[in-house]
């Protein structure tokens, strides 16, 4: 596993590990040691790897699975910027990847193939002393897709045998330096959000979203300067900060990622 030359030209640096339980537990207990990054931690397995919400992110080998520490930004209110970040990012990688472009980000934090699942991010924020200081999680299907889940999966594997956990992240680690650098500490969110949207799934579409009380239905219409996502409904604009976007018939709305 190697980094790529932008990402080791600006001083990011690498943990290759076997199985571990879960990159963003190991990111969490190297940041309780003094870690603050630029570091990526990339393991061959996860034994107890999980998404948002607490649930599980099933983790076979020949998949991708990695946390990126981060500290470089000046306030907390600032980090949830980072998952539009990384999200761009792995789209530039994917693309870059395999010359297809048959991928697009979903609404806060999965990445897509054909409109099947491939991966997503896991974005937490430690308060650490001095700086606060990101852990962003990231899992992409290369080798495999999980069966028996409630919505389609897919896998980088379909598309032929170049595909691999190397190549990937060798093109993410430097296109997340890129990207992170377009960011410029939150200041240039805007930019991200355009690139964001412009792969975004079901933009402009109908789409119901899972809400812990409601699901509410409405055209998608954009994300806002804060990366909400904003509905136009048949009671007027909603702006929302989390839920679980539902694609496809009514019958796919258990089909939570």
Known sequence: MHLGNIARARGVRLLSLGDIDSTNEEARRLIESGERGPLWIVASR?????????????????NFYASFVFSDFPEVRAAPELGFVTGV???????????QDRFQVKWPNDLLFDGGKLGGILLECVNASPLP?????????????PDGLPY???ALSELGPAASVE???????????????????????????????????????????????????GRFETIDLT???????ADGRRAIEAGDVLLGPRKAEGARA
Do not use: C, M, Y
């Open 133 to 145: 200081t990101a852990i962003i999680g990231v899992g992409v299907n290369i080798a495999h897709a």
């Open 46 to 62: 996860q034994t107890k790897g999980r998404g948002r919400l607490g649930r599980e992110w099933i983790s076979p080998a020949g």
């Open 89 to 99: 990012a792995a789209i530039r990688a994917l693309r870059a990847a395999t010359g």
């Open 152 to 154: 389609p999966a897919r």
């Open 167 to 217: 190549s990937f992240f060798e093109k993410f680690s430097d296109a997340l330096s890129d990207v992170i650098a377009l960011w410029r500490n939150g200041e240039d969110f805007a930019r991200i959000r355009t690139e964001w949207l412009a792969s975004a799934s079901a933009l402009g579409e109908e789409i119901r979203v899972a809400l812990p009380s409601e699901t509410i239905e």
């Open 227 to 233: 990366g909400r996502l904003v509905l136009d409904t």
